[in-house]
């Protein structure tokens, strides 16, 4: 990827130039006024400086991808929380013996308790994990793991991920083999059936499973789709990160696309869209990666921005550079990813704590 949203493992750029928009007094007044404050969630362990991903276990814990990218001397891991708060370390991602590492990002339980991860190798930057990501299905007995069988291999940037109707689907944030004349980039969605194995991605075209495609057209942040959701009624919303966008696609019975549209858009109260949820009242909750900001989408495609943070390091409950929500125990908790710099985002460093922020749901 480009403009420093694929970071090498080996030499992360902390470097960036600090939003001067979204820092500045006048910014911070507009965000004192916003509806919410973020609050001070949870302090992770220090083996975990990179949260990003969550999902809610069978039996209500709250468990959260920690990929590590800002530190690889710690395994990718998957932390488990409690309703009383208490975390603990789960498991290890299973790592690719080709790469040595686990890059797990998005996460999944289907009914059975299976847990699907969006293993991003891609996003590494490393030349030895290019088109190396996967989908794990890990499959466990009295919460041991006893299996973990690979759906699919060989994908640049799998990253959100999704289970409806025995289907996994999955984004890709970047498809650099498909080139569209403008020069622009080019993303996607994947469906996969839920018992696939070992299919193997192309990044092109020509894959059987690529469901979707879109364009960003923000040549200043070419990345692509992020967050994913679906509605009651089986629509499908994916974020379109360059663009602030979230696109609906709906399919007929057969699951086929039928139209594919921006359905929320407005760059005033949303930038980025990383990591998305929906509430059980329908609205969709948006990590705005870039702003250090969330903002909350209606069944009407009204977007609000509910609260920001300026620059910080998260010890007081600001969002520091928010990668994913998830409604959980009645609130929005909010995976603070604080890694990635440049131009365009208010996070300037990578910084203790790490962090987990909390948002109220109304």
């Known amino acids: 990827m480009k403009k420093c949203y694929l970071l090498s493992l080996f030499a992360v750029s902390l470097i960036g130039t600090t939003c001067i928009q979204c820092t500045s007094p006048k910014n911070k007044k507009v965000a004192d006024e916003l509806p919410q404050k973020s609050e001070l969630f949870m302090k992770l362990p220090d083996f975990c400086p990179t949260p990003d991903g969550m999902a809610i276990a069978p039996n209500g814990d709250l468990i959260l991808a920690c990929p ?18 208490k975390i603990s370390k789960w498991l290890d991602v299973p790592v690719l013996e080709e790469t040595g590492w686990a890059s797990p990002m998005g996460l999944a339980f289907n009914e059975e308790g299976d847990l699907f991860i969006s293993d991003n ?3 590494s930057g490393a030349e030895k994990s290019r088109n190396k990501g996967r989908i794990l299905r890990l ?9 973990t069988i690979t759906v699919a291999s060989g994908m640049e940037h799998p990253n959100g991920i999704r289970i409806r109707n025995g289907k ?3 984004t890709q944030s970047s498809l650099s083999q498909i080139k569209d004349p403008s020069g622009l980039l080019v993303s996607g969605v994947y469906c996969f059936d ?10 092109t075209s ?10 960003t057209q923000n040549p200043e942040v ?9 509605d009651e009624a089986g629509d499908l919303y994916v974020g379109n990160f360059g663009d602030g966008a979230i696109h609906r696609i709906k399919m007929d019975a057969e699951g086929k696309v039928i139209s594919n549209d921006v359905w929320a858009q407005d760059t005033t109260q949303l930038r980025t869209t990383d990591g998305m949820c929906m509430d059980d009242k329908g609205n969709i909750w948006v990590a705005d990666f870039s702003a250090n900001a969330v903002a909350r989408v209606d069944k009407n495609g009204k977007i609000q921005r509910i609260a920001q943070s300026p ?35 208010v996070n300037t460093k990578h910084d203790k704590p790490f962090t987990l922020a909390k948002l109220a749901l109304e």
């Not at 499959?139 to 299996?147: G, I, S």
């Open 168 to 170: 996994l689907y999955v």
């Open 121 to 123: 190798q891609g996003w």
């Open 139 to 147: 499959k466990f007995d009295n919460d041991q793991l006893v299996e």
């Open 311 to 345: 620059d910080c390091d998260g010890s007081e409950g600001g969002l520091d550079q928010p990668g994913e929500p998830i409604v959980w125990n009645g609130q929005i908790i909010v995976s603070c990813f604080d890694l990635v710099t440049g131009p365009d985002k």
């Open 68 to 85: 590590n990218f800002a530190d690889i001397t710690h395994p990718a891991c998957l932390m488990r929380i409690t309703k009383d708060g």
């Open 222 to 230: 070419q990345y692509g789709l992020d967050g994913i959701v679906f």
């Open 206 to 215: 020509e894959d059987k499973n690529l469901l979707t495609a879109v364009i």
């Open 194 to 203: 839920m018992n696939d194995r070992d299919i193997v991605v192309t990044n």
